[in-house]
């Protein structure tokens, strides 16, 4: 199979990088500088094992590439472009008659439970992926990656439930590339549990790498807030036992230079200056969510708008103090 990567940053340029280096063929999709820059010097990419550099194909468009009947679309771009994506994509022609949203499996290898929900409107073959994969993307060109022993954990199954051989292919491809990929049944049970803790991620993004205990405790806050709402809807997901289980020592972070790690994929987009953060589909779904079920949501409401409004006026990550966040959210929780 090729691995049409829709989205080369941090965890798409991981994958299609390791996918690579096991010999697997990868086409690279990015946009902007960063595409330029892989045209002109390749993938750089630094994991546990050193920094090596991939000449990859790379496209900036759907139109540029001609579609095969063994490509699988590795949709890594953040949940807010997956619409434009997905549109862009579905409708392209395979060789030997057909469409990709017709023939064409495609994985959401996203935070957030919404993208599936999305490319199933577009396409038939719709694969979800938990993600634990602790990467960064801040130059054009480059993506690090320093966990070991295996370079990332990524659940795998159909959606909205199931496996098939489709999956297990693609998880025997991640498992030779450093990538423990288990395919299962209710990935969206995984999915969800993950969402749980990526509320945090706009604590982090508006107050910087979370280290002391005032931090700790306002995402914890968002996140027992967000558990409690994924509750109160009765969906199920796996605990945080299971989780820590089945991580056990498979994975562990490890800076080649000893140096600490930065901000994960929000403050990132904050650093890259993007103009747009995923915000809308981690805290925006716990409101969401709670809004249907009658249950109120403060401090992700919070987290929610002050996050989109340092993506809008292009605030610096880590700008405002843990103490100011708190305060704005003591307030709307007393109102």
């Not at 990567?5 to 990868?26: D, F, K, N, P, S």
């Not at 472009?81 to 994509?89: F, G, V």
């Not at 990929?181 to 803790?197: G, Q």
């Not at 109120?296 to 103090?321: C, I, K, W, Y």
Request: overall charge negative; glycine content about 10%.
């Amino acid at each position: 199979m090729r691995y049409i990567i829709i989205g080369a940053g941090a965890i798409g340029g991981t994958v299609g990088g390791r996918l690579a280096e096991a010999g697997h063929e990868v086409v690279l999709v990015a946009r902007g500088t960063h595409f330029e820059a892989l045209r002109a010097k390749g993938l750089r990419l630094t994991t546990a094992d050193g920094t090596s550099t991939h000449p990859l194909p790379v496209v900036d468009r759907p139109d540029a590439l001609e579609l095969r009947p063994d490509d699988v679309l590795f949709l890594a771009v953040k949940t807010q472009d997956s619409t434009a994506a997905l549109e862009d994509w579905a409708a392209q022609p395979v060789a030997g008659g057909g469409t990709a949203g017709e023939l064409l499996p495609l994985v959401c290898a996203q935070n957030g439970v919404e993208s599936e929900r999305l490319a199933l409107r577009r396409f038939r073959r719709v694969y979800g992926m938990c993600v634990y994969l602790p990467a960064t993307y801040l130059e054009p060109g480059s993506v690090s990656a320093t966990c070991a022993p295996m370079t990332g954990i990524l659940h795998l199954g159909r959606y909205p439930s199931g496996t098939d051989e489709t999956a297990l292919r693609i998880s025997a491809d991640l498992e030779k590339s450093r990538l423990l990929a288990p395919v299962v049944p209710d990935v969206m049970r995984w999915k969800y549990a993950k969402l749980t803790n990526n509320v945090a991620n706009a604590v982090e993004a508006a107050t910087g790498v979370i280290a002391g205990e005032d931090g700790v405790r306002l995402a914890e806050r968002a996140t027992a807030e967000a558990r409690a709402v994924i509750a109160a809807a009765g969906i199920e997901v796996v605990s945080e036992a299971e989780q820590k289980e089945f991580r056990g020592d498979k994975i562990r972070f490890d800076p080649l230079d000893g140096s600490k790690r930065g901000g994960g994929s929000s403050w990132q987009s904050l650093n890259r200056g993007t103009g747009t953060i995923e915000a809308d589909y981690l805290n925006g779904e716990i409101a969401l969510v709670g809004r249907v079920h009658g249950v109120p949501t403060p401090v992700n409401d919070v987290l929610q708008r002050v996050a989109n409004s340092f993506a809008r006026e292009g605030r610096a990550a880590g700008s405002m103090s843990v103490a100011e966040l708190t305060a704005i959210v003591d307030a709307e929780v007393a109102e």
